[in-house]
C-alpha cells in the first residue's frame, strides 16, 4: 500500500507538471521513466484486483496512471509532428523503436491485459470519452503531416485504438466506444473502397491500403471476425488480395521504383498482422481463399523469376531494395503456421486446408530449376519451403 501511495504522488506530480506547461525536455524523460515504471506495476495490480480486501486502493490508482497515458500522449508533439529535440534526445530518452514514444499507449495496454479482474477496474476507472476524443486528435495530427514520413508511423495510436476495443468488449459493449469503433471500421471500408484497382499500382493508392489494413488488425478477433463475417465487407479483403497480387506481377517486370516497392512490402506486413489478428480462432472462408491466392501468387512470382524463360534481376525478393524493415518471403504461410502454434486444442479446418492446398504451388516452386547465377539474386524459395515444412509440422502435432 505504500508503495501505491508513492506511486500517487509521483503520477500527481507528473500531471501538474504537465498542467503547468513545463518545456517538453524536461517533462518527457520523467514522464516517459514513470510510464514504464507504472507498467511494470501491472502483474501487482492485478493480484490485488483479484482480492477484495485491496481491490479499492487499486480502484483509486487507476484513474491517476490512465491520466498519465493521456496527458503523455497528448502533449508529446514527437508522436506525429517534428519537434526541436535533438537526435541524441530523441533517441536516448525520448522515442522507442520506429520514431515514436510508445509507452504511454504500452501502459495503458498492460492495465487492460493484465487480468480480468483488473480489465474490469479498468472499464469503470477510465474516462472512455476522453480516451475516444485522444484517439480522434491523434488521428488528425497524422493528417496534417507528410504522407509516407516513416517518422509518423501511428503505433502509439493504434496500441491506444486495441485498448478501447479491449475495454468496450470487456463491457459488453456498455463502456461507450461503440460509436467510434462503427466509425472506425466505416472509415476504413471507404478508403480501401476509393483506391482504384483497375489502374496499375501507385505509391499513394498502396499507403493507404497498409495505413488501413495496419487500423483494422488493432481492433479485437471478436470485432474483426464478425466484420469480415458480413459478406459486404469482403470488398476490403478482395481489394488487399488484388494490390498484392499485383504487387508480385509487377515485381516480376524488374521494376526500379523503390518507393513503390517499399509501400508495398509494407503492404504484405500489414496483412500479416491482420490475419493473425483476425483469426478466432480459425480464418473464416473468405481469409482462406485469399491466403490461398496470395501463397499461389507468390509461389508463381517466385517460379516466374527463377524458371528458364524468367526475367533476371527482378527485385521483390531482394531485400534490400524492397524495404529497410524487410518482410520475408513465406510471410502468408508463416500466418497460417502461427494459429497452429498458439492454439492447443481448438480445430482449425480452414488452416488445415491453406496448409493441403498450398502444397502443389510450394513444392513446384522448389523444384523449380535455377536459371540465375549464385548471389545473383536473393533465392525466396528456401523461406518459403521452410515456413510451409514447419507450419505442417505443428499441424501434426496438433493434430
Given at each position: 500500500y505504500h508503495s501505491l501511495e508513492v506511486l500517487s504522488i509521483c503520477l500527481n506530480g507528473v500531471a501538474k507538471a504537465f498542467d503547468n506547461f513545463r518545456s517538453v525536455q524536461s517533462v518527457l524523460p520523467v514522464s516517459r521513466t514513470l510510464c514504464m515504471g507504472v507498467a511494470s506495476f501491472a502483474p501487482m495490480l492485478g493480484a490485488m484486483a483479484r482480492h477484495e480486501v485491496s481491490k479499492k486502493a487499486v480502484s483509486d490508482v487507476l484513474p491517476l496512471c490512465s491520466r498519465l497515458a493521456f496527458v503523455s500522449l497528448r502533449f508529446l508533439p514527437e508522436l506525429a509532428i517534428s519537434v526541436t529535440l535533438v537526435p541524441y534526445e530523441i533517441r536516448g530518452t525520448m522515442r522507442g523503436p520506429g520514431g515514436e514514444d510508445h509507452v504511454a499507449s504500452i501502459l495503458l495496454m498492460r492495465l487492460t491485459s493484465e487480468?480480468?479482474?483488473?480489465?474490469?477496474?479498468?472499464?469503470?476507472?477510465?474516462?472512455?470519452?476522453?480516451?475516444?476524443?485522444l484517439h480522434e486528435y491523434l488521428k488528425s495530427i497524422?493528417?496534417?503531416?507528410?504522407?509516407?514520413?516513416?517518422?509518423?508511423?501511428?503505433?502509439?495510436r493504434r496500441i491506444l485504438l486495441g485498448v478501447i476495443c479491449k475495454l468496450e468488449l470487456s463491457s459488453s459493449g456498455q463502456a461507450g466506444a461503440s460509436e467510434m469503433l462503427v466509425r472506425i471500421l466505416q472509415a476504413a471500408v471507404s478508403s480501401i473502397t476509393s483506391v482504384d484497382l483497375s489502374r496499375p499500382l501507385d505509391v499513394q493508392s498502396v499507403f493507404i491500403l497498409c495505413e488501413t489494413a495496419f487500423d483494422i488488425a488493432s481492433l479485437a478477433a471478436p470485432v474483426l471476425s464478425s466484420f469480415f463475417a458480413q459478406d459486404e465487407n469482403n470488398i476490403c479483403l478482395s481489394a488487399f488480395q488484388s494490390a498484392t497480387i499485383q504487387g508480385y506481377q509487377f515485381g516480376t517486370q524488374n521494376s526500379s521504383d523503390e518507393n513503390l516497392l517499399s509501400q508495398w512490402n509494407r503492404l504484405r506486413g500489414a496483412?500479416?498482422?491482420?490475419?493473425?489478428?483476425?483469426?478466432?480462432?480459425?480464418?473464416?472462408?473468405?481469409?482462406?481463399?485469399?491466403?490461398?491466392?496470395?501463397?499461389?501468387?507468390?509461389?508463381?512470382?517466385?517460379?516466374?523469376?527463377?524458371?528458364?524463360?524468367?526475367?533476371?534481376?527482378?527485385?521483390?525478393?531482394?531485400?534490400?531494395?524492397?524495404?529497410?524493415?524487410?518482410?520475408?518471403?513465406?510471410?502468408?504461410?508463416?500466418?497460417?503456421?502461427?494459429?497452429?502454434?498458439?492454439?492447443?486444442?481448438?480445430?482449425l479446418p480452414m488452416c488445415a486446408q491453406i496448409m493441403c492446398q498450398a502444397a502443389g504451388?510450394?513444392?513446384?516452386?522448389?523444384?523449380?530449376?535455377?536459371?540465375?547465377?549464385?548471389?545473383?539474386?536473393?533465392?525466396?524459395?528456401?523461406?518459403?519451403?521452410?515456413?510451409?515444412?514447419?507450419?505442417?509440422?505443428m499441424m501434426a502435432e496438433k493434430a
Open positions: 487480468h480480468d479482474d483488473l480489465t474490469a477496474l479498468m472499464v469503470r476507472s477510465v474516462d472512455m470519452k476522453e480516451m475516444c476524443e497524422e493528417t496534417l503531416t507528410e504522407d509516407h514520413d516513416p517518422r509518423t508511423a501511428p503505433k502509439s496483412l500479416f498482422t491482420l490475419f493473425l489478428a483476425s483469426a478466432n480462432p480459425d480464418f473464416s472462408e473468405a481469409t482462406c481463399h485469399v491466403l490461398l491466392d496470395l501463397i499461389s501468387s507468390e509461389c508463381a512470382a517466385a517460379s516466374l523469376i527463377f524458371g528458364s524463360n524468367g526475367p533476371q534481376g527482378a527485385n521483390i525478393f531482394n531485400d534490400e531494395i524492397v524495404s529497410p524493415e524487410t518482410i520475408p518471403s513465406g510471410i502468408f504461410i508463416m500466418s497460417v503456421g502461427k494459429q497452429f502454434g498458439k492454439r492447443s486444442n481448438s480445430s504451388p510450394v513444392l513446384n516452386l522448389v523444384l523449380v530449376p535455377v536459371a540465375c547465377p549464385d548471389g545473383f539474386i536473393c533465392d525466396p524459395r528456401c523461406s518459403i519451403a521452410e515456413a510451409w515444412f514447419l507450419s505442417v509440422a
